[in-house]
């Protein structure tokens, strides 16, 4: 058990739980919003990173991991060592964790590997099992399994135990080898070595698509079998999958389960939580997961933070944004992300004068470089129509040499629509529409609020075509689950004075579930039959 527990502390890169950011922010962020810290280069692992004070910064300066940091390109690590020990320094085991843990965090695998290499080889203190679970962790990363593999025959038998296995395991899951993965599990079970959860809750990810989704509830059964008990962080991960679904029932489901297995649920349960119900309206379940977040929420971690930033947007409460903002700006290094998050959060709840003064802020304090930037402030003007500020926005993009991206023609045909310049809107929407953006972009959630915006407004305007266009959009991403996207299709039908007897079971056969209001637009609609 001890040895699994190093297993969970030391390799946080696979702990699997939410991060909350906005599309306005990157074309490869997850769906609505997710707090995101260290990711791996080919999943969308997370976990929660502390912000780090002035000390804190100093003590790393004074480390040896800061030296190997430092190095040239091509300068070897050993000169690191070199200088280090020079000063009569003892190489202690401590210092090349922390060593690896920040090279690990900055991508940096080959000078990580180069480390492990040195140690190996050099043995400043009597190499253990992590010390070769770091060396097959990068070796696979750089070299591929097979040359993990013949790594692993190398290890001294002793330390040929669970930790190695499992990282074995997880770094053929990280190439994607499957089969091998499994392979290696099977000898692990007759080995009677205990398999790691980190390494059920990277196979769940690997089979989230909705054409391999059917395997999961196999991967739980076998999890069960192996007497593995869930994660908190499986429960997050199967959570954010519900979410991403805009599944809200499967979401209290797997919800009952965690809290029937009695699994504690941490911050990141109660923000996946309150943001999905935020997503789908449902107000005053998600002002308690927010009580519980602010509850539960450890130090301040600037994930944490941005998060409520959103939710407090969602909910409407400059107070409380106010709040986050403030505890945000005490922080160490402010990121401009965060910026980004609350000119749009006030700009939801209609401070648009406080959106621009943020705007002024970052402006300031930051040097802006990327559309996304800028589509943080274009969103608040195009939401509340004021179309003037934001092309004046869009043409000081142009002449930084900004490029525009898919994100800030779609705001600024809002903005058109809301303006009521529907020959620019549509000319605009197209513009977007010619531009390439991925699928995780277009299911995300501000995204799809953005095009519901746009549904809302065509359908004032009893322009039937265009409405449906959109809303095809919101059906492929699931959105359409929620009533009220569904409402404001029928309104558009209502304003367009068309009747269609079979848009209501296509509601509920969509999973959308008719309220007081769809039925009023539905009668409202009976009396354009032919």
């Known amino acids: 058990m001890q040895v699994l527990k190093t297993l969970f502390r030391e ?101 990580a590997l180069e480390v492990m290499e040195w140690v190996i080889r050099e043995k400043p203190y009597r190499p253990k099992e992590l010390d070769y679970s770091y060396l097959l962790e990068f070796t696979t990363k750089l070299h591929g399994v097979s040359q993990g593999e013949i790594l692993f025959t190398r290890v001294p038998s002793e330390f040929q135990n669970d930790l190695l296995y499992n990282n074995l395991v997880m770094a053929c899951l990280d190439k994607g080898k499957i089969s091998l993965s499994f392979a290696y599990m099977k000898k692990m079970r007759e080995l009677g070595h205990p398999i790691s959860p980190l390494v059920f809750n990277r196979l769940i990810i690997l089979h989230s698509s909705p054409g391999r989704r059917k395997t999961i509830p196999r991967i739980l059964v076998q999890m069960k079998a192996d007497k593995v008990s869930p994660h908190v962080s499986t429960y997050n991960i199967l959570l954010k999958m519900e979410a991403d679904q805009h599944s809200i029932d499967g979401l209290v489901k797997v919800f009952g389960e965690m809290k029937r297995a009695n699994v504690e649920p941490n911050e990141i349960t109660y923000c996946i939580l309150a943001t999905a119900h935020a997503v789908a309206r449902l107000y005053a ?44 700006k005490e922080l160490p290094h402010v990121r401009y992300k965060s910026y980004v998050l609350a000119i749009e959060a006030f700009g939801r709840i209609g401070k648009v004068d406080r959106a621009e003064e943020l705007w002024i802020e970052l402006k300031s304090s930051k040097t802006l470089k990327s559309p996304e930037q800028y589509n943080s402030i274009i969103s608040v003007y195009c939401r509340h129509g004021l179309i003037d500020k934001a092309k004046e926005l869009f043409n000081e993009m142009e002449r930084n040499e900004i490029k525009a991206n898919a994100i800030t023609f779609r705001h600024l045909a809002l903005g058109f629509l809301k303006a009521g310049m529907f020959k620019k ?59 009220f996207v569904y409402n404001a299709l029928i309104k558009a039908y209502v304003k367009a004075k068309v009747y269609d007897p079979d848009l209501l079971k296509e509601m509920i056969l969509g999973g959308a579930r008719p309220d007081s209001e769809t039925y009023s637009l539905i009668k409202l609609s009976e009396q354009f039959q032919v």
């Not at 549509?426 to 529409?433: N, W, Y």
């Not at 953005?450 to 009893?462: I, R």
């Open 11 to 111: 390799r946080r890169t696979f702990q699997q739980i939410l991060t909350i950011s906005s599309p306005f922010l990157t074309q490869k962020t997850p769906i609505f919003l997710f707090f995101c810290t260290e990711k791996s280069s080919d999943d969308n692992n997370i976990t929660i990173q502390q912000g780090t004070n002035p000390e804190q910064e100093e003590l790393h300066k004074s480390s040896l991991s800061w030296r190997v940091e430092r190095l040239c390109k091509g300068e070897p690590v050993f000169s690191a060592f070199q200088s280090w020990m020079g000063e009569g320094l003892p190489i202690q085991r401590a210092d090349i964790f922390h060593a690896i843990n920040r090279l690990r965090k900055l991508k940096m695998n080959k000078r």
């Open 285 to 328: 379940v998600c002002e308690a997961y927010v009580e519980a977040i602010e509850k539960s929420k450890t130090g301040d971690n600037w994930s944490t933070l941005d998060v409520l930033l959103i939710l407090y947007g969602y909910l409407g409460k400059e107070k409380e944004l106010e709040r986050i903002l403030g505890a945000i």
């Open 425 to 483: 809107a549509l000319k605009t929407l197209s513009l977007a529409m010619n531009h390439i953006s991925s699928t995780t972009v277009k299911r995300s959630t501000p995204w799809l609020e953005t095009t519901l915006l746009m549904v809302e407004s065509f359908a004032d305007n009893g322009d039937l075509e265009n409405a449906e266009k959109l809303f095809e959009e919101l059906k492929e991403a699931r959105y359409s689950k929620y009533t």
